[in-house]
């Protein structure tokens, strides 16, 4: 059963903004932070962004200024706006959730192509 489920990707050109979502199916309860993650072949999947359930917001050092992680951790829906996009954006974005239990949720991924 697909417990997170990422839309939202797509191809852009440099320069435009895109928004991905990220909703967990109701059998994923107690959720304590919800992630973006993102992964580029022959690399690691990296952390972009977090977010607590109180709002409280975490990025990676690289993504501050260009990356915004909004939503309710609580109704376990998460989002993230990418703006001025690169085509170093390019990845493949994955959506993440840790509940209080420590179990780690995975969505499947949704690709994301930046070029002119």
């Not at 992680?69 to 170093?88: A, C, H, R, W």
């Amino acid at each position: 059963q697909v417990q997170l489920v990422e839309s939202g990707g797509g191809s852009v050109k440099p320069g435009r903004s895109l928004t991905l979502s990220c909703v967990a199916s109701k059998t994923v309860v107690n959720i304590y932070t919800m992630d973006w993650l993102r992964w580029v072949p022959g690399t690691q999947r990296e952390l972009v962004a977090k977010i607590g359930r109180s709002g409280d917001k975490t990025y990676r050092d690289s993504a501050k200024g260009r990356f915004t992680i909004s939503g309710d951790v609580n109704k376990g829906t998460v989002y993230l706006q990418i703006d001025s996009l690169k085509p170093e954006d390019t990845a493949v974005y994955y959506c993440g959730a840790l509940t209080s239990n420590g179990t780690y949720y995975w969505g499947g991924g949704t690709q994301v192509t930046v070029s002119s």
